[in-house]
């Protein structure tokens, strides 16, 4: 087998970073183990996501915003420092030091000079996991980085690093060995020469996790960094081998130190004399649970018996570390804290479901359901429309999350939980929705391999488990049976209630979990030597999460029943073409051994071809793998021509519309491919630098599952084929537009833009901000919901150089007559500059037609219609789009349909469009005849100013003066000229013309035929507005003839009404 050559063939990474995808949520927080709050501005803090990059909040954590988007080329923060010298100043050191099984890597240091507005990476590369970064207190230049080094094997590149010039360059000042790294580092601030840092030795892989060893200790330095001296065996402390070490220096009382040790004699110790001597203050095994992923310890600024022990719980002593009490945080699993050293109430706290500000000491804390950084492992969706997406969330549970909603954006209130599930795959029943089986090791009772079957009809939630025996504190190796962490669950595509999972062997249930049988052998290495316990050789840690030689990837072919693929964790891939009765091993022959089979793709156009995604990434290998077979696995292609080498990948995807157009999801980046895997570019577009463990494509939007920022899609893959074509030789180019579904226009108006803005609809507030980007366009970015798609029709058009021309885009009704045109031409009509201008900029551009015909004629400067005159919303039906640049033109036709979920007919949306149509005109007919009075009044007073002067002057002023009082008695009877803004709304009687506007929310709020009261109240307006009309008429060609008459007799100009100011 040799790795495919083929001469790529791709799209301008210009052209397809130009399509934009959306985060869908949910809002709810993903893990922090780093955290940081500015020392001067009270409402400023920061945290670090372990997969989702830095976010600051300027209000005190009501809101977050991420503001390393664009600068960071890894994920993970693993420290965070704000400098007390300087606020400005702020280190971010990369990849997490609690280094669970979805760990995740960073590359060094990054620095911030403008309090998070931008970022430098600052080198340490290699690092990979960084546990602390400390920042002298009265030099932002000095930094120390405590670096645990790579997770997965030895490197040099751990332990203490010190730059004395912001990290422009680096001092490797404490370096145990390859195989060990900083834990933790604490710099007294009264003395910033004392510094304590623990080393920590320790290793992770697939099947084993290791905590401590000779090599693990204590350190001390007193001179700055510039010699350290090793003080594990200093009087008082635990004999070894020791584990992970938390140590903080208290800067209440020069010479208290605290530390907490994993040891077998473990506690919290306390030295009164900077670590000569030590005294044990506490045991409490509470306070020591799962020791290689906590022992964070935090000293009070002002006080120096208080100090925070974070763990499952948060725990506070307030007698020197003899007793604690727990804190309640929003969620467990806790690791990081800030306390203001000027105001010990105000802190910042991180845990595994978000960060959380407390002003009052911790007595309450910020929300966590405000932070887009959910961690996702996989993902499903069901049938409906919208439809939904689920997944399971790290550290919390399995969700539904809507992919749109009606209400502008989609809120934290519109998702649910779907089960306890933190881990694994997730499935619904295909003719049911309602029912959701998830894997839930970890988080459920139910034994081994823990399975939900959750009933969103009762809201309760079944213990399906395959073999419920309860393995907690035994390896692998005691188990009957295997199941991984994230085992694969899936209903069979041709039997709806038939579900498969996945151990060591394949299970299948025929009752939706009621019973379970075996199809299938161990389809793993089953190599006793990697199912012994995890931990040690100090602690062991037997959660389930190490579980190896399992099957870990696992797929029904949707052509053939009873056509299985498996791919195991431990390197093997196995085919059975009959039902599971007999099994074939097909595995790559160049994939490295001990490779974990991530993902199994079988092609939606051809049964024996499948895609491959591996890594080795846990062994300290992090080549990317991916492989194609056409042949049922006889023979494989290696395809990963144009990913880094170093970017080890996750999941692979198929088109089910275009065959070989493949998506991939990398460590940090999602790839695409137009060749079938032959090459691959990066897919970068408005995408977070994260994760990406799933992927999906569903009702033609590709979606993603992603581990450290939630949700994401990208609507409409139809504009990515479109831009697998050569345009070289194309000046301009019109995307087709997708089909588009007809949705109404979200209940909630606009808000003043600046700052914060809040959109309210039907009971759900959700917060946004808003900007102008590169093409003028104003940009909405939600903080605490998920983005919906563009309210109406986005289309897409290509541009081979900006143009001088105007650039025109016209839409068409099926029979070719004209909607409207937007233009590229500066706009100066306030309708037009509320639909938006025509971008005409080299390479692809959007614009969004909102679906609506042209509004009614305004009256300038009414107050009472402004935010209500739209045009009436196009019916369902075929249309047609326009693009005009110069002398080219090129037309693509489009279907708008109806929603699915309404009941309305064609004839239904046609008689509702029709009295539409027929309000706006009715509209603007009258706001047509109100500018016309107002013109012809405002000649009438001009022109008797003029006669004042001549001896016709009473004349004039008395027919003048009675000609103004009709049209103001017309004019009262059509629009309220008193009104001056809000508060006049309730207090002023409603005129013709808004009473007529009152009409079209209630003919446009549904997909129905206008009630028939409706009609009859439309003609009463009409008949009542006619006769205003008719007044008017009269007054124009009566008195005002009469006035005419009058002024030319004087020689006066006469007077020509207007409709138009």
């Not at 799962?290 to 948060?314: M, V």
């Not at 491919?673 to 994260?690: E, I, M």
């Amino acid at each position: 087998m040799t790795q495919t050559q083929s001469s790529p063939i791709g799209v301008n990474s210009e052209l397809l970073n130009g399509l934009e995808w959306r985060c869908i949520g949910p809002p709810r927080g993903g893990r922090v183990v780093a955290v940081a709050g500015d020392p001067v501005n009270p409402a400023v803090f920061y945290f670090g996501a372990c997969a989702g990059g830095v976010w600051k909040t300027y209000d005190g954590g009501t809101y977050w915003e991420n503001v390393s988007d664009g600068f960071f080329e890894t994920a993970s923060v693993g420290a965070i420092d704000v400098s007390t010298a300087d606020p400005n100043v702020i280190y971010a050191g990369m990849g997490e030091a609690c280094i669970r099984i979805d760990v995740t890597h960073g590359d060094g240091v990054y620095r911030s000079t403008d309090a998070g507005k931008s970022w430098q990476n600052m080198g340490l590369k290699d690092t990979r996991h960084i546990s602390r970064v400390r920042t002298h207190p009265q030099n932002a230049d000095l930094v120390y980085v405590a670096a645990l080094g790579h997770a997965f094997g030895p490197n040099s590149e751990r332990g203490i690093f010190r730059s004395s010039n912001g990290g422009r360059d680096w001092e490797h000042v404490l370096f145990k060995s390859e195989d060990a790294g900083a834990a933790d580092l604490s710099i007294d601030p009264n003395n910033p020469r004392n510094l304590f840092a623990s080393i920590w030795q320790t290793r992770r892989s697939f099947w084993n996790l290791s905590s401590g060893g000779p090599d693990s200790g204590l350190w001390r330095t007193t001179d700055g960094g510039d010699t350290w001296e090793d003080i594990s065996g200093n009087p008082g402390l635990p004999e070894g081998p020791l584990g992970r070490i938390g140590v903080a220096v208290s800067p209440a009382q020069a010479g208290r130190v605290y530390a907490t040790i994993e040891a077998k004699d473990c506690g919290i110790y306390r030295s009164d004399d900077n670590g000569d001597t030590w005294e044990l203050m506490s045991d409490d095994r509470d306070l020591q649970g799962r020791p290689w992923y906590y022992q964070h310890i935090f000293a009070d600024p002002q006080d120096a018996n208080t100090c925070w022990i974070l763990s499952y719980g948060a725990w506070k002593s307030i007698d020197g570390g003899k007793t604690f009490t727990q804190v309640t945080t929003p969620h467990g699993d806790n690791h990081d804290i800030w306390i203001d050293p000027n105001n010990t109430q105000r802190i910042i706290e991180g845990n595994d479901g978000g960060a959380c500000v407390s002003y009052n000491g911790g007595d309450t804390f910020s929300t966590i359901y405000n932070q887009l950084t959910s961690q996702f492992y996989h993902l499903t969706t069901d049938d409906r429309f919208p439809y939904r997406v689920y997944g399971t969330q790290q550290d919390n549970s399995a969700i539904s999350v809507p992919s749109r909603t009606v209400k502008g954006a989609i809120p934290w209130g519109d998702c649910y939980t779907v089960g306890s599930s933190e881990s694994g795959y997730i499935a619904l029943h295909p003719d049911d929705p309602n029912i959701v089986v998830s894997g839930a090791v970890g988080s459920s009772p139910g034994g081994g391999g823990n399975m939900l079957r959750y009933d969103h009809k009762t809201g309760q939630v079944r213990i399906i488990t395959v073999w419920p025996e309860l393995n907690t504190g035994y390896g692998a190796e005691n188990m009957k049976y295997r199941f991984q962490w994230t085992y694969p669950i899936q209903f069979s595509p041709h039997n709806p209630d038939v579900l498969y999972a996945t151990g060591n062997i394949v299970f299948r249930s025929t009752d939706q979990g009621s019973s379970w049988e075996p199809i299938s052998p161990d389809l793993t290495r089953n190599d006793p030597t990697k199912m012994q316990p995890s931990g040690g050789p100090v602690t062991l840690d037997t959660s389930g999460a190490e579980t190896y030689c399992t099957i870990f990837a696992f797929v029904e072919s949707a052509h053939e029943a009873g056509v299985f693929w498996a791919g195991s964790d431990d390197g093997l891939v196995n085919i059975s073409r009959d039902g599971g009765e007999t099994w074939t091993n097909i595995t790559p022959p160049t994939l490295p051994e001990w490779s974990q089979i991530a993902t199994i793709e079988l092609s939606p156009h051809d049964p024996a071809t499948a895609y491959v995604a591996a890594t080795k990434y846990k062994l300290d290998d992090t080549r990317p793998l991916l492989y194609r077979t056409n042949d049922y696995g006889a023979s494989w292609s290696e395809i990963i021509n144009g990913i880094p080498e170093d970017d080890f990948t996750r999941s692979i995807r198929e088109d089910p519309n275009q065959t070989g157009l493949l998506f991939a999801g990398t460590e940090t980046s999602l790839y695409v491919s137009f060749n079938a895997g032959d090459s691959w570019q990066k897919f970068k577009a408005n995408l977070p630098v994260v994760p990406f463990y799933d992927l999906l494509i569903k009702d033609d939007d590709l979606i993603a599952a992603t581990h450290g920022r939630s949700f994401w899609i990208l609507d409409d893959l139809s504009q990515v084929r479109q831009l697998a074509v050569d345009l070289s030789g194309e000046s301009v180019h019109l995307l087709k537009p997708g089909t588009k579904v007809r949705l109404g226009a979200p209940f909630g108006g606009r808000r003043p833009s600046g700052g914060k803005n809040y959109q309210l609809s039907l009971g759900a507030a959700v917060t946004y901000t808003e900007s102008k980007n590169s093409s003028g366009e104003t940009v909405r970015k939600f903080l605490d919901a998920g983005q919906n798609p563009p309210g109406g029709l986005r289309v897409n058009y290509y541009l081979a150089e900006a143009s001088d021309s105007e650039a025109t885009l016209t839409f068409m009704d099926s029979e070719g007559n004209e909607i409207k045109t937007f233009s590229s031409a500066e706009l100066e009509n306030e309708d037009e500059r509320r639909d938006g201008r025509v971008a005409a900029a080299a390479g692809l551009n959007h614009f969004d037609w909102n679906l609506r015909y042209p509004p009614a004629n305004r009256v300038p400067g009414d107050k009472t219609t402004e935010d209500s005159i739209i045009g009436p919303l196009s019916p369902p039906g075929a249309y047609s789009v326009r693009l005009t640049v110069g002398d080219e033109s090129q037309t693509q036709n489009f279907d708008l349909v109806k929603n699915p979920n309404v009941e309305a007919t064609q004839e239904d949306f046609d008689a509702q469009f029709a009295m539409l149509l027929q309000l706006r005109d009715k509209v603007s007919e009258t706001h047509d005849n109100i500018n016309r009075l107002r013109s012809a009044r405002t000649q009438v007073v001009e022109w008797a100013k003029r006669a004042e002067d001549s001896a016709a002057q009473e004349a004039v002023s008395t027919a003048a003066d009675a000609l103004k009082q009709q049209f103001t008695d017309i004019e009262s009877e059509l629009i309220q000229t008193e009104y001056r803004g809000a508060r006049d709304r309730l207090t002023l009687p409603v005129k013709l013309n808004a009473k007529l506007l009152g009409l079209v929310p209630v003919v446009a709020a549904a997909d129905f035929r206008p009630p028939q009261q409706t009609y009859e109240v439309f003609a009463q307006y009409t008949e009542e507005l006619d006769a205003q009309f008719q007044a008017l008429q009269s007054v124009i060609d009566n008195e005002l003839s009469e006035f005419e008459n009058l002024l030319a007799e004087l020689q006066i100009p006469t007077i020509v009404p207007r409709t138009t100011p």
